[in-house]
């Protein structure tokens, strides 16, 4: 066992080296998010994920006597009022954005006043309210190359939204008319159709430089009715125009390294791979832009019987696999073995 962290070390330290040295030839870097000058544009904070701001005012000292400011309600951004409000919102020159309501809607807010300065909402119909992740979820990302300013975010009904930060329009030239149905160009039909499919995403899109990284979610506390059922990709987006860059295959294709571990052909109906962001020790994304490095520390297996074997490891319903992803192009190096899955490394070109 010891042999075998030794293993995954040494891997991580060679694929670091390998992902400054690309960087170190005469790739342009973009400033990495930042929290230094008290913004939040992050999910967690910054680029690296610290959840760490360095504001001072606020302190051990002062913090009983501290009041109210304002108060923003989400309760008419949906049909009915939500109690389940987990988002983490986003700072950014002095402008807050969240999402709220039942229709998750995205809001624009001054951050000193609580001014609402825009609201974005799509009325997707039956297709959100068959929502695999219904509610206002977990957030939203915010991208810019230093002239042009985004904020992107997943409906209920699984589709990738592109506003503009300034004014909460859609871009027209990203995706179609500014949204990508993430239930099509997924290597795979969704079904029983497009809008009762039982695949979504809860979570905050994952910005890395000019790509945007979006995983998938399936319905809470339950297990497919059958084996055969939608299965849960890692995909890349250009920021810029929404086309698809790359999938991961979290579940692999025949050819794909790994393919032959999955006995019986149970790669082939096997259902329910998905990707979790949370808080905590469940984060679920991690995108470094100084080395484009992109790491998924926990997808869950949920498979349709109580084990699976993979490879040689036993492996249960709800076991973690700990893998790392480039945003830009997608090459496995090697794989190892955890006490709870394998570990995956992708190396950067």
Excluded: C
């Excluded at 690309?22 to 990495?32: D, N």
């Excluded at 809001?107 to 000193?112: C, M, P, R």
């Excluded at 190359?145 to 699984?158: F, K, S």
């Excluded at 009762?196 to 809860?202: A, P, R, S, V």
């Amino acid at each position: 066992m010891k042999s075998e962290f030794r293993s995954i070390r040494t891997s991580l330290l060679l694929l670091s080296a390998v992902a400054s040295s690309a960087v170190s030839q005469g790739a342009t870097v973009r400033p990495p998010f930042t929290t230094k000058a008290g913004e939040w544009p992050s999910y967690t904070g910054d680029t690296r994920g610290s959840r760490y701001s360095p504001l001072e005012q606020i302190n051990a000292a002062n913090f009983s006597t501290l009041e109210v400011a304002w108060r923003f309600k989400t309760d008419s951004l949906g049909p009915r009022p939500e109690f389940k409000l987990e988002g983490t919102p986003l700072m950014v020159g002095g402008t807050l954005y969240a999402t709220g309501g039942t229709g998750r809607a995205v809001v624009a807010l001054d951050a000193v006043t609580g001014a609402r300065l825009w609201v974005h909402r799509e009325d997707e119909g039956e297709r959100g309210a068959a929502a695999a992740r219904p509610l206002s979820g977990r957030g939203l990302s915010y991208w810019t190359d230093g002239r042009e300013e985004r904020i992107l975010y997943v409906t209920p009904g699984y589709r990738l939204v592109a506003l503009n930060a300034k004014t909460g329009e859609v871009i027209p030239s990203f995706g179609t008319s500014g949204a990508v149905d993430l239930k099509t160009d997924i290597d795979q039909t969704i079904f029983p159709d497009l809008v009762t499919g039982e695949i979504g995403f809860q979570g905050a899109p994952v910005v890395a430089r000019d790509v945007v990284i979006i995983g998938a979610a399936f319905k809470e506390g339950t297990a497919p009715k059958s084996f055969k059922n939608n299965k849960g990709y890692i995909r890349g987006f250009d920021a810029r125009t929404g086309k698809r860059l790359w999938t991961f295959h979290t579940i692999p294709k025949k050819g794909e390294p790994g393919y032959d571990t999955w006995h019986d052909g149970s790669a082939e109906v096997t259902a329910r791979v998905e990707q979790v962001q949370k808080s905590g020790d469940e984060l679920g994304f991690l995108a470094d832009a100084l080395t484009q490095l992109f790491t998924i520390r926990s997808a869950s297996l949920a498979a349709t019987r109580d084990v699976w074997q993979i490879g040689k490891a036993n492996i249960g319903a709800g076991a973690r696999v700990n893998v790392a992803l480039l945003p830009q192009t997608l090459e496995l190096t090697y794989q190892t073995r955890t006490p709870t899955g394998f570990a995956i490394y992708v190396r950067l070109r």
